[in-house]
């Protein structure tokens, strides 16, 4: 382990001139870089063996305009770093200020920058000198403003005139000989209303016969606002837009944020909720496994699938409904524990589930695995190197299809992961059909895991007893004036996380799901940052899929999982 | 088109009580025939997805035959957040659409925004297209979708199919097919609201 004091040694050792600030911050080491040198310093983070930060995870800002405490500039640029083979994590921030919000870009360095620093120019309207195209990526390309802006009103829509032709991009692309001599090249555009694009993507791309030598993705028509929304409410109030966000495995989501929350509380939860929330996640995970591959089934035009597969889904969304009365956004996961205990027949279903998912699963794989149609559609399509996975912060099964074995489950174990006997399996070809086949492999080990904590899971309450997240009893209500402040402090300002900063990730359906948080104090978050695992998926799509025929990079787009609600928030 | 055309020129109290008959038979065919194009953007389309598929079985009432191409498609069902960004998409697919042509708004954010009142998402389709059904639910059950679709059905059942002339709907076509105009929607053109 090289602890913070070893970092900040070495790049003070390495950089003598220049100035560190270290921050205390609890989750992980924090250092603050002044703007000219965090190109060198973060190549240096990112090359030096010692040290080998060389995942980026995440990189948000932060607008410090209504944090009235020692914030002299306006802007904080925040950067979350990984070693991914010692677990370290190390956050790195920049300040600037209004009047000259440009910082170097990192494009250079993680390729994954390039779309997160255009997330962040949109939304803060903070630049980056040398990002090779920086332009607006969630709001339409004639919003005025910059949403997440603390002085920009939540409720000031903006109508769009005329959708955006993307031909800044690629509209010259082929007229120069430099590009490689085509004749002619055919502009073609798909989505977003397109069914291979799952109604949310477009792409505009140049087509040489039916190869596809360019491409140019164009995302956000699905973003909601998530982050900004976060702001307006109590820290509870965040849960049910967490739900929407991978709305394939909504409990996941919940458990993320609650997990933040409850890190940056200190509250501890109870062991029976904690394998409650094992199993539904595990349960999560396997329906959302079974959306993604029977869509992408669906697209190579293999439609059974996906009936056999959704059938498990309606078992699973009927024991959910049991057990929190919603089918699809549960909103069932508290901070400090969840809404209701289990319903007395639950293990017992989740034990039918169990033995019905080998048939489900067994009926699909009977008919795909040794399908001549699927083999050659997907072997060799969309290939993807370990390196470049990594150098585009690949997370979750699609990384792990290329044989890299990152998964917060077991790299930053949380709840009874660490205890559970299970595997993270990995695969090497990193093509369509390895990251369709290891969700089958995923599925098989998280109903490892759901066995394993039916049988372990131990009675007791199911919300911790804190008196910071936990509602008294009525009988203190009515009974002592202290449950009765404490009734009403949680209901009317409701629950006080303490001042300061975090960012705790859980291991979702697609990868790892992380929530960046800033409180002031208060009872309302001061910033939410979600790090969505499919937006770094998608931005190296175009790099897959070029010189491909465009025939394969539908399957490759189906392979990645692309949930939009999670892409755009 | 034709069939109207022929209808609507002829008076007389033999046409009149044909046109009652041709009329109730032409709606029997519409509402039982309905070819859906699933607008579906958000989390409201996979319960859409959930009422295609088996357990719940959309064939029953005779539109399960989903087309992704609005020009095969007389049913637009808007499953899921429409943003700004979206909206001059939504309205094109609708332009594209042939009469006769009904729309389901599918869950609160189709059919008001529901609890995304920001920056990004417009406060409800009707901004922009007419509405048939409004659909409330955050997602709606597939259930409730059915509900939907039978008093979509009944509606229909109800037409006069001279109603479908292009002439005679609410003209929202833009003058130029680029720049287009946000219009004002008359409340008494709104559709049917299930369950609230
Ligand atoms: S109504 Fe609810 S479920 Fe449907 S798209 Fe909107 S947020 Fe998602």
Redesign the pocket.
């Given at each position: 382990m090289v602890s913070t004091i070893d970092t900040v040694e070495s790049l003070r050792a390495q950089f003598p001139d220049a100035k560190f600030r270290v921050e205390p911050t609890a989750d992980m080491a924090t250092v603050v870089v002044e703007r000219g040198n965090l190109v060198p310093a973060m190549q240096f983070l990112r090359d030096e063996p010692s040290l080998g930060f060389g995942f980026l995870v995440d990189l948000s800002a932060v607008d410090g305009l209504k944090l009235e405490d020692d914030w002299p500039d306006r802007f904080q640029v925040v950067y979350h770093l990984l070693n991914m083979d010692s677990g370290n994590a190390l956050r790195v921030k920049v300040a600037i200020s209004e009047s000259d919000c440009t910082l170097p870009s990192l494009v250079g360095l993680w390729r994954s920058a390039d779309w997160m620093e255009r997330e962040v120019f949109d939304l803060f309207g903070i630049s980056f000198e040398g990002h090779p195209n920086l332009k607006r990526i969630m709001t339409h390309h004639e919003f005025v403003g910059h949403a997440l802006r603390k002085d920009y009103n939540i409720q000031d829509g903006q109508w769009l005139g005329e959708t955006e032709s993307l031909m800044d991009e690629i509209g010259e692309y082929g007229e120069n000989p430099a590009d490689g001599g085509f004749s002619e090249l055919i502009p073609i555009n798909i989505g977003p209303a397109h069914p291979a694009t799952h109604g949310t993507l477009r792409f505009f791309g140049k087509l040489d016969g039916e190869t596809l030598v360019k491409v140019a993705p164009e995302i956000g028509y699905l973003h909601r606002g998530f982050e900004k929304h976060c702001e307006t409410g109590s820290w509870t109030m965040v849960i049910p837009y967490t739900d929407?966000l991978n709305?394939c495995s909504a409990m996941l989501n919940n458990v993320g944020w609650c997990h933040t929350v409850e890190k940056m509380i200190g509250v501890e939860v109870p062991e029976r909720t904690q394998y409650i929330r094992v199993i539904i996640s595990e349960l999560s995970r396997i329906i959302d496994h079974c959306v993604c591959i029977g869509a992408m089934l669906v697209d190579l035009g293999a439609l059974t699938n996906f009936w056999y597969l959704f059938n498990l889904r309606e078992r699973v969304y009927q024991i959910m409904e049991e057990l929190c009365g919603a089918r699809?956004?549960s909103t069932y996961v508290r901070i400090g524990g969840v809404a209701y205990d289990l319903n007395p027949e639950f293990i017992g279903q989740v034990r039918e589930i169990l033995k019905e998912i080998p048939k489900g699963v067994g009926d699909v794989l009977g008919l795909i695995k040794k399908n001549r149609i699927f083999l050659d559609r997907t072997i060799g399509v969309g290939v993807i190197s370990k390196e470049d996975a990594v150098n585009y912060s690949w997370t979750g099964p699609c990384l792990r299809a290329t044989g890299v074995d990152y998964d917060v489950r077991k790299a930053k174990p949380y709840y009874q992961y660490a205890d559970l006997d299970w595997d993270v399996p990995t695969r090497t070809n990193g093509d369509v059909h390895d990251r369709a086949l290891i969700r089958f492999d995923e599925i098989v080990q998280s109903m490892r895991i759901i066995e394993q904590a039916l049988d372990r899971i131990p009675g007791g309450p199911v919300m911790s007893d804190d008196k910071r997240v936990q509602l008294p009893e009525k009988e203190d209500v009515y009974g002592s004036i202290e449950g009765l402040m404490n009734h009403f402090v949680l209901v009317y300002d409701g629950i006080k996380v303490p001042a300061g900063e975090a960012y705790h990730s859980i291991e979702a359906a697609n990868g790892e799901l992380g929530f960046y948080v800033v409180s002031d104090g208060s009872g309302r978050p001061y910033r939410v940052r979600c790090r969505p695992p499919c937006f770094t998926l998608l931005s190296a799509f175009s790099e897959i899929v070029e010189g491909s025929m465009i025939a394969d990079a539908v399957p490759t787009l189906g392979s990645l999982n692309i949930i939009a609600g999670e892409l755009d928030r | 088109m034709g069939l109207e055309n022929f209808f609507a020129n002829k008076t007389g109290f033999v046409a009149t009580k044909l046109d009652h008959v041709i009329n109730d038979v032409v709606n029997w065919g519409r509402q039982n025939s309905l070819w859906p194009y699933p607008f579906a953007t958000?989390?409201?389309g996979i319960e859409f997805m959930g009422a295609v598929s088996n357990t719940h079985d959309i064939s029953r009432f005779g539109a399960e035959l989903v087309r992704f191409s609005p020009r095969q498609a007389d049913l637009l069902i808007v499953a899921?957040?429409i943003t700004y960004k979206m909206a001059p998409i939504l309205k094109r697919i609708y332009d594209q659409m042939m009469e006769p042509k009904w729309v389901i708004a599918f869950?609160?954010?189709a059919a008001s925004g529901?609890f995304y009142n920001n920056y990004s998402v417009v406060q409800g389709i009707d901004r922009i297209i007419p509405v048939d059904v409004y659909l409330p639910g955050?997602?709606p059950r597939p259930e409730a979708f059915f509900d939907a679709l039978i008093a979509l059905q009944k509606k229909i059942a109800g037409e006069e199919i001279e109603e479908h002339y292009r002439e005679k709907r609410p003209q929202l076509r833009p003058d130029s097919d680029t720049d287009w105009d946000v219009p004002a929607v008359d409340p008494a053109a709104r559709g049917i609201r299930r369950g609230c």
């Open positions: 929407r709305y699809l956004t | 958000a989390c409201c899921g957040t869950g609160v954010c529901g955050c997602p």
